[in-house]
């Protein structure tokens, strides 16, 4: 019998353990992922020239990590592939056999920046998506400058390269991951002036209590939460409940933030603006999945959420299975849930696409500490949601296009003009989310200030933009024509990349 072969995007919490679980049901794995080693954002790790003392305090569930790394990297049924990035999914036609298969994964490999980057093709039996998901930032005045990252970048100079963005930082936006994000910063060496959280404490309270019989499932996720605000108060970092930053300065780069009191609608409150000076600036408005590849492969989505009220996520079923044939999910595209549901859904979605029986009982738990995830998401989206006055930050020549240099102004402008009635005449009169990002960044917040600024509903999807169009697009990334020119190796298998035999740190 044919060995069954399963490839899985993404090599995160959720796409290691799909792997894992795809080679334990007998199936042969291929890994992929953009990053030279596996564990995605979560699991990044220190560099060896600057490895800490005790790892075991920074690096969150490390030796269990380290483990499930070295038995799916060194699996011989196993092929990692590293350094390789999926630039399309190719629907197939029915085989005849068993309906219509997944999608061909188009990869090239070798570092992003590279030359000589080559092509090949695979064909797997079933296809598993663990993506992830990057950092959404609302704009205001001053948020294009040098000097404001995002919190995830922030955190990955931080954890995997010991760098710290600045000497003086703030780190503003809203969620629980502002605590990792100034940690990881405090340790590295930066002065954290302050942590500034968008929402009200009542909203958070809130937010958190409701239902709190349910806390009880999540006391990893509440000892962690606590022991980054124990680590903050150690560095002596405030937290502010009910500010932000609304305003960037500086002449070439950030040298000060506007910070504000807001109201519970995130409407600053007057005359409580105030000036800091800082090097630095770390700001996260919650996350948005990458679903260029989901929706390359034509999986169906859900609709918004509190927490992503201008996008979607991928809809699957109680078995982690999307709407295409053999396409499963797992992770943070399905809900932003935590390192922790993303691993079981990513075991649960592994298991089935490698042939392994849905009614195991061993399925049960992992189905539980799934459904206790999205309980926690939907807490998540409850405690820390995006307020509805956040426009009114926003100024005529506010950048709301950073690769087209579109201000707030023209969006405007475009959205007034009788021409200018439908989503898709705005995108084209202003350019906003044409630039090189493909409005993977600007295209939800394009989307949502369009909808207000023609009074439609800011959760109704807009003619010619819909919460999810910039992410649909048949090339997924970004690929030299050189490169699409040249003759891939039809059908070529990657090249398997040996397991590290060194233990992590």
């Known amino acids: 019998m044919t060995e ?15 792997a894992e679980a795809a080679l334990r049901a007998g199936a042969g794995v291929t890994l992929i992922d953009v990053a030279e080693d596996p564990g995605g954002q979560y699991h990044r790790r220190f560099p060896d020239a600057h490895a800490p003392e005790r790892p075991q305090r920074r690096q969150r569930d490390g030796r269990a990590f380290d483990r499930r790394r070295r038995r799916v990297l060194g699996h011989p049924r196993c092929t990692w592939c590293p350094e390789t990035v999926v630039w399309a999914l190719e629907r197939r036609d029915p085989d005849g056999v068993g309906g219509v298969p997944p999608p061909r994964v188009h ?15 695979v064909d797997p039996d079933a296809l598993v998506l663990a993506v992830g998901a990057h950092d959404r930032v609302l704009p205001f005045p001053g948020w294009e400058l040098p000097g404001v990252f995002t919190a995830g970048a922030a955190q990955a100079l931080a954890k995997g390269e010991r760098v710290v963005v600045g000497d003086r930082v703030v780190v503003a936006g809203t969620g629980p991951f502002l605590l990792p994000v100034a940690t990881a910063l405090a340790e590295a060496g930066a002065q954290v002036r302050e942590v500034l959280e968008a929402n009200a404490p009542g909203t958070v309270v809130r937010g958190w209590s409701r239902h709190g019989a349910e806390l009880a499932a ?5 000892r962690e939460l606590f022991g980054y605000a124990a680590e903050l108060a150690r560095h002596r970092v405030p937290y502010r409940f009910g500010h932000a930053v609304v305003a960037a300065r500086g002449a070439g780069r950030v040298e000060e933030v506007v910070t504000a009191r807001l109201r519970a609608d995130w409407s600053v409150v007057p005359g409580s603006e105030h000036s800091a000076t800082v090097d630095a600036l770390c700001v996260s408005h919650g996350f948005s999945p990458q679903l260029e590849l989901p929706l390359a492969a034509g999986c169906a989505l859900r609709g918004s959420t509190t927490a992503s009220p201008a996008g979607e996520f991928v809809a699957v079923d109680a078995d982690q299975r999307t709407s295409v044939a053999g396409v499963y999910a797992a992770g943070e595209i399905t809900g932003i849930a935590g390192a922790p549901a993303a691993r079981a859904e990513g075991t649960l979605a592994g298991w089935i696409a490698g042939g392994g029986d849905p009614g195991a009982a061993a399925l049960r738990r992992v189905r539980r500490h799934r459904d206790q995830g999205r309980a926690f998401a939907a807490r998540l989206a409850r405690a820390h949601p995006i307020g509805p006055a956040w426009p009114g930050w926003l100024e005529p020549r506010t950048v709301i296009c950073r690769c087209e240099e579109t201000d707030y102004g023209q969006l405007q402008s475009a959205a007034s003009h009788p021409a200018g009635a439908a989503a898709r005449a705005t995108k084209l009169a202003t350019r906003a989310g044409l630039g090189p990002c493909q409005a993977r960044i600007c295209g939800p917040t394009v989307a949502e200030l369009a909808a207000r600024l023609r009074d439609r509903p800011a959760e109704h999807p807009t003619e010619g933009l819909p919460p999810a169009t910039p992410h649909h697009r048949p090339i997924a990334q970004p690929i030299r024509l050189g490169e699409l020119a040249a003759p891939p190796a039809e059908h070529d298998p990657p090249t398997t990349t040996p397991a590290p035999t060194k233990e992590s740190e």
Request: no cysteine.
């Open 107 to 121: 990869l090239l490999h070798g570092p992003a920046d590279g030359s000589g980057r080559r092509r090949s093709t």
């Open 4 to 18: 069954r072969q399963v490839v899985v995007i993404g090599a995160g919490p959720a796409g290691l353990a799909a």
């Open 218 to 222: 999540q006391t990893t996720k509440v």
